[in-house]
């Protein structure tokens, strides 16, 4: 057991550290070639995007990886159930985003501009829902080649899309620019799902028949899932209501430029470098929440600990090297990599918070490896009204974006006290 986990930590940690430094590269040629004020505007899209892949997805990627890691079910069945369901659902949400997108562009972010990217987001919907599912098989069953390839590759692709077509639509408004970027995704994902399905089992046999739902294994699948894309949902939701709230009550004091251009700032330079060690954090969760499923099942509390403690220790250490990095060469950073240092206040007030960040990955796979999904849906609840609520708030004390900064530092202290509090609650 501790020979695979080891194995697939090192999977996970090589593909994760390709992946962000392929990520790095690409956004580095997007932010240089759209600058802050198209890259400003993207980001704005972005919420919108995560909150509807959440609805799409129904939490059916982390329920489906539960199911197959407990060995007890036909996957077959358990997939051809599932796949002609979740795209049913994902055709109609797409034309209801369609229908939305104006509404959402217009009244809520007060920005015409970004109308055509909230449509491409409907259009790329399916595609990145079949390959998360497709990647959830491989979680499951401890075999993470599959999934790290094809992220790799997606991350190929999008890069080559990067240097061969952005520079040839630069010379197109930025809402068409803005709309082909959001677009290029369908490209990506949908190679990502034939990588993934090319490492499948070869001795399967599929007919129509197999397509018939099963009742008991659709029931087992929205059971687990419908949790998960309750806490993920509502984290989108919030997500998605902070340029919203940040646009409306700032805009009485402040300029639209000044909010979408910080709000850019923040989200576009910030966040990315700040998130950018979370390969090492995420590889060696996600790598750890097959073997905390069989050690819970098992009533195995003591090796669950021993295990949890020792990943801390390895996260913090990591985490507080990273952040002295940050503080003392933040701005050198960030020229190197945007060719600007603007951001680099908001970084240094960040970056020590964002220790507790990291550490929350551990936390939180391991309670759903417990399959304790109701803690995550309380702790997406409490940690996303305390960010809205933080953000109206102070949104009033005309400080202006430093609202958006102290929500952020507010949520995460509460939400790790939060997950450390229940996590061991559990194993005593």
């Known amino acids: 057991m501790k020979k695979k986990f080891i194995i697939s930590t090192t999977i996970l940690l090589i593909g994760g550290l390709i992946t962000k430094i392929l990520g790095m590269i690409i956004k580095i040629i997007m932010t240089r070639s759209l600058g802050i004020d198209g890259l400003s505007l993207y980001m704005l899209i ?25 060995n007890n079910k036909n996957n077959k069945k358990l997939y051809l159930s599932i796949i002609p369901i979740t795209l049913l659902i994902n055709l109609f949400l ?54 790290v390839l094809s992220l790799i590759i997606e991350n190929i692709i999008r890069l080559l899309f990067m240097i061969i077509i952005l520079p040839r639509i630069m010379h197109f408004k930025i809402k068409y620019i803005i709309f082909i970027l ?4 369908i490209i990506s994902e949908f190679i990502s799902t034939i990588i993934l399905i090319i490492f499948l089992p070869k001795n399967i046999s599929i007919n129509l028949k197999d397509f018939i739902p099963n009742k008991y294994y659709i ?32 805009i ?90 603007l951001g ?20 939180t796979f391991t309670l759903n490896g417990m399959g304790k999904n109701k803690v995550i849906f309380i702790l997406s609840l409490i940690s996303s009204i305390t960010r809205i609520l933080s953000i ?8 202006g974006i430093y609202s958006y900064i102290v929500s952020i530092i507010i949520n995460i202290i509460i939400s790790t006290i939060y997950l450390i509090k229940k996590l061991f609650s559990y194993l005593k």
């Open 46 to 70: 972005l919420p919108s995007m995560m909150l509807f892949i959440n609805i799409a997805q129904i939490g059916l990627p982390i329920a489906l990886s539960r199911l197959v890691a407990l």
């Open 94 to 147: 797409s034309i209801f985003i369609i229908l939305l997108a104006p509404y959402i562009s217009n009244n809520l972010l007060h920005n015409n501009t970004i109308k055509l990217g909230i449509i491409a987001i409907s259009l790329i919907i399916p595609f990145t829902t079949l390959s998360s599912i497709c990647r959830s098989y491989f979680f499951g069953k401890e075999k993470l080649f599959p999934h």
């Open 182 to 185: 959001v677009l290029s995704n």
């Open 219 to 250: 029931y087992e699948s929205f059971k687990l899932g419908i949790p998960n894309v309750s806490s993920n949902l509502i984290y989108s939701i919030s997500y998605f209501l902070e340029p919203i709230i940040l646009t409306n009550i700032l």
């Open 252 to 341: 009485k004091t402040y300029s639209n430029t000044y909010i979408v251009r910080e709000y850019g700032v923040i989200t576009g330079y910030v966040i990315p470098l700040l998130t950018l060690p979370s390969f090492f954090t995420l590889a060696i969760s996600q790598a750890i929440m097959p073997y905390i499923t069989k050690e819970y099942k098992k009533n195995n509390i003591k090796n669950i600990i021993k295990r949890i403690n020792f990943i801390s220790i390895v996260i913090l250490i990591f985490s507080l090297f990273i952040i002295i990095i940050y503080e003392l060469y933040g701005d050198i950073l960030l020229k190197l990599i945007y060719k600007t240092s």
């Open 344 to 363: 680099y206040n908001y970084l240094k007030i960040l970056s020590p918070i964002f220790i507790l960040q990291y550490l929350q990955s551990i936390y």
């Open 392 to 399: 109206v708030l102070l949104s009033y004390l005309h400080i």
